[in-house]
């Protein structure tokens, strides 16, 4: 049966198991909403701008280890769109997103509403189609969905020309798929897994370092029967968070630029150190000659292309993180059997105390104050009421820093961050998604003003569309990583970071159909916190906090981890600190 | 990354989907990391869904593993082959526009026969000269018709295939049925 082509997108993702899409239509993607209009079983999301389509699309992804979707017409929707793609490139998020395109015989005229969607988001895709054959949909998006969520997950973007949406087609819908160019390797070589085992019992300061990829592979259970089989200390990137419970005896917190002390320090004197699912990120090495200098390497990773980039590696093993996590916990159990090699067992001791004495010496500070908020004492207070049992989304800046230092996560897959890309304005739109996909669930959006203001006018599609997001406003009345960077490493010459206190964030709520509260002190801010929670509606929650707040400890760019500064510097550390800045 | 390698020449093949923007896609790897393609060329293999490339680049081992692997990366790449350190043979063409006064014609017809070049077209005043070869041998050829007046000179990318009875084939697939050779032991360097 000949059905159109904007159609046969519907039903193939029906088929594909897709039941929720975000989007915003436009002339080109016309006949898809027509289509949609007596279509059965699939919700549409409108949002107020493309990219927040795409971040939500992320949120929806992120949480329900499913591939989320989104959809917008051509030229100017496809390019605010890229943005959210580049960001799923990045952090590894599966998406499939849908463009409209000028009719095909337009293409490359100058037409309306035109520009070269598969040209401009080439770069920032995991792969993209443009479709030029109404009998290619259906394999297409079989493919597209297929890349998306194999291998290293990422977005695909199709592009669908109006004219192949309005004619008719059959419906081609192939049983399998079969990629002669795109086979991904999900088991690790066996002998690696032997080296890496081998290293493992054998260390005397181990650590395991575990990022997005446990996340993506679903592997928390296979990471924690590894970590408690040996007892190895494990730290967290910021895209890990979550894989490992932080009230865990074994958990040194978040490693890197604004890590734990302890973590970073665990790092950079270990021997042995089992990187599981991360990218040695620049943000988490720092200086690359100065990081772990006396450890033999192992590096779990699904992407062959990210081993060795950034780090020599002494032990790849290409692999999915589960599949390898799961063998390696044999291979260790089987190293561990015949009892620890001569000098060991006194090293891990020995190791283990060092540890402890770090954790207890150099906890995450700050000084307390009675008149105004610490923004990490929100952090706190979020982690209490919740119970760490909310779903987290943040901006990008202080805040965001402060809630994975300060927020106590329990599960997996309850964390939404921009790590990659640093996207301000992802967190509304991606707690939007988060919503959706977990209706009843509680979603607090931890942001700062300064990138909450980038996409606020979600607040309409949270309203609209039922989707009661709890946002938290760590309000510092200024871009506070920007102003950090200045104070610390441009000797305080403030430039462009002011924003003063407009708009009124519990008024601009209230003429979004949500429920706006303020907190200026510190004690108003657990029952505020209550409320919101206990409110059924969108609530934007603005903490107006200390706004000469640092982020601590702090790695400046291009320094090595034992450059830390770890409390409000003197005049000759941030001169050592802007000397050591060599990175970005 | 630390490495005392010095950067070099690298002749990279790639097999990839015989679709449109494959091209785009592996330029746009090089370019997007700032890396020069020297010469690139592109054409259809037996198999007429897939097309070869013959990518020339510069870089150290760091660099050109990375591209490796970026280029494996793409979706539409099937193999992709470094053809440095294997043994190869590269061949390209160029089409040499050569100043041909009567003083210099027999000359240049000499050197022409020398490198085994042929003359394609002909003018009272000028030739234009076909010849094939490694990168070495036509440079040489250049550099003897310059004294001449070279007017214009196209170069083709380079090609490579590796030597031996060998096809490099598409990864899971059982290789080819070689061609009947009698005595498969003479793999020759005939070249």
């Not at chain 2, 390209?92 to 009567?102: G, Q, T």
Request: proline share 6%.
């Amino acid at each position: 049966m000949k059905m159109p082509g904007a159609r046969i997108v519907l039903e193939c993702l029906k088929r594909q198991g897709v039941d929720l899409i975000f989007g915003l239509p436009g002339g080109a993607v016309l006949p898809i909403y027509d289509a949609l209009y007596d279509f059965e079983g699939l919700r549409h999301i409108l949002v107020r701008q493309e990219a927040a389509a795409g971040h939500a699309a992320e949120g929806y992804a992120r949480t329900s280890g499913r591939v989320g979707v989104c959809l917008v017409t051509s030229g100017p929707a496809a390019t605010n769109l890229v943005t959210a793609l580049q960001d799923a490139l990045m952090d590894s998020i599966p998406i499939v997103a849908f463009t409209g395109q000028v009719p095909t015989h337009l293409i490359g005229n100058d037409a309306f509403q035109e520009a070269d969607n598969v040209g401009i988001t080439r770069s920032c895709t995991k792969h993209n189609f443009l479709v030029k054959d109404g009998n290619d949909l259906g394999p297409i998006i079989r493919e597209a969905f297929h890349i998306a969520s194999t291998g290293r997950p990422g977005p695909v973007h199709v592009d669908l020309p109006k004219d192949i949406l309005v004619k008719e087609w059959d419906l081609v819908w192939p049983d399998k798929i079969q990629m002669r160019s795109y086979n991904p390797n999900y088991d690790g070589h066996p002998g690696q897994i032997k080296r890496a085992a081998k290293l493992l019992a054998s260390a005397r300061k181990p650590v395991l370092y575990v990022g997005g990829g446990v996340i993506s592979s679903d592997a928390s259970a296979e990471l924690r029967e590894l970590a408690e089989l040996g007892q190895f200390p494990l730290t967290q990137t910021l895209m890990g968070l979550g894989a490992f419970p932080m009230a865990h005896p074994l958990s040194l917190d978040m490693l890197g630029m604004h890590g734990s002390y302890y973590a970073n320090m665990a790092v950079h004197h270990s021997d042995v150190l089992v990187a599981v699912g991360a990218r040695f990120d620049d943000r988490v090495t720092g200086k690359v000659d100065a990081f772990a200098p006396n450890a033999e390497i192992v590096h779990i990773d699904i992407d062959p292309s990210s081993i060795s980039k950034n780090i020599k590696v002494g032990v790849p093993i290409v692999g999915d993180c589960r599949r390898v996590l799961g063998k390696l916990v044999e291979a260790v159990r089987e190293e561990l059997r015949g009892g620890p090699a001569p000098g060991v067992h006194e090293g891990r001791q020995q190791w283990a105390a060092q540890i402890a004495e770090w954790k207890r010496d150099f906890p995450f500070r700050y000084e307390w104050s009675d008149d105004v908020v610490k923004p990490q004492y929100v952090m706190q207070e979020i982690s209490n009421v919740t119970g760490g049992e909310a779903f987290i989304v943040t901006g990008v800046g202080q805040h965001q820093m402060w809630a994975a230092q300060y927020y106590r996560f329990k599960h997996p897959r309850m964390w939404c961050t921009s790590g990659g890309l640093g996207t301000m304005g992802y967190g509304l739109p991606t707690a939007m998604g988060v919503q959706a996909a977990n209706p009843g669930k509680l979603v607090v959006n931890i942001d700062g003003d300064g990138s909450f203001a980038m996409n606020s006018q979600e607040l309409a599609t949270c309203f609209t569309e039922g989707l009661p997001v709890k946002t938290v406003i760590i309000n510092n009345s200024g871009h506070g990583m920007v102003r950090q960077w200045q104070r610390i490493i441009y000797k305080e010459r403030f430039c462009a970071i002011d924003l003063p206190g407009i708009p009124d964030w519990v008024r601009l709520a209230e003429a979004y159909g949500c429920v706006g509260l303020r907190v200026s002190k510190p004690s108003e801010l657990v029952p505020a916190l209550e409320k919101m929670i206990s409110t059924p509606a969108p609530v934007v929650l603005d903490v107006c906090v200390d706004k000469d707040e640092c982020v601590f400890p702090m790695v400046p760019a291009g320094g090595a981890s034992t450059d830390m500064i770890l409390a409000p510097p003197s005049r000759v550390v941030r001169d050592r600190a802007a000397r050591s800045q060599t990175g970005f | 990354m630390q490495n005392g390698n010095e950067p070099r020449k690298h002749t990279i093949a790639v097999l990839v989907e015989n679709k449109f923007g494959v091209l785009s896609r592996v330029a746009g790897l090089f370019s997007a990391r700032g890396y020069n393609i020297e010469s690139l060329s592109v054409g259809e293999t037996l198999d007429p869904s897939v097309s070869r490339m013959t990518l020339v680049v510069r870089g150290d081992e760091f660099v050109i593993e990375q591209a490796t692997k970026q280029l494996h990366k793409l979706i539409d790449v099937i193999k992709v082959t470094d053809l440095t350190d294997e043994s190869h043979v590269e061949r390209e063409m160029v089409l040499i526009r050569v100043n041909a006064e009567p003083s210099n014609r027999a000359e240049i017809l000499r050197t022409a026969d020398i490198f085994r070049a042929r003359v394609v077209d002909v003018t009272p005043v000028s030739f234009v000269l076909e010849a094939t070869g490694d990168e070495g041998k036509l440079e040489a050829l250049i550099e003897l018709l310059r004294p001449m007046g070279i007017q214009e000179i196209v170069r083709t990318g380079k090609v490579a295939i590796a030597r031996g009875p060998k096809t490099r084939v598409r990864r899971g697939e059982p290789p080819r049925k070689p061609r009947t050779v009698d005595d498969l032991k003479v793999v020759g360097f005939a070249d």
